[in-house]
């Protein structure tokens, strides 16, 4: 089993290295994911996928804006994957308006099209954005 992974429905890392925490946290979740289906859980067809990109764009935030390490928290509750980025930079991420025209800054937006649900929590040295997906 990978590193972070335990047998239960939770798994953390700790991502140090923010040069290469977008592709470590896209590998992390789907280990996960795919560990979890060879257990027996349903897991949809676009399911890694659609985690890779979520916490793609949640790794992303943190590593242009944070200064510091960041930890990734999944864990599995029912048929909702729960993902949880954590970073020591205090302003929260905003969704902005649609707007095709616009380069950049899609991140959000994109996460809030495919998740449940994503909620901010302040933290007192920067901030935790948990972001709820459907196994489907």
Do not use: W, Y
Request: aromatic fraction near 2%.
């Amino acid at each position: 089993m990978p590193a972070g992974l335990t047998a239960g429905g939770a798994a953390s890392k700790i991502c140090t290295d923010l040069d290469g925490a977008i592709a470590s946290a896209r590998d992390f979740v789907a280990a996960f994911l795919l560990a979890k289906a060879a257990d027996g859980v349903a897991i949809g067809p676009s399911t890694v996928g659609d985690a890779r990109l979520v916490i793609s764009e949640l790794v992303t935030n943190v590593v242009r804006h944070a200064s510091g390490p960041c930890q990734v928290d999944l864990e599995l509750v029912g048929e909702v994957l729960h993902i949880a980025v954590s970073d020591t930079h205090q302003v929260a991420p905003i969704a902005h308006a649609p707007d095709p025209r616009r380069v950049g800054q899609h991140g959000l937006e994109i996460v809030l099209a495919l998740c449940e649900g994503v909620e901010i929590e302040p933290l007192p040295l920067g901030k935790r954005v948990r972001a709820r997906l459907a196994l489907r």
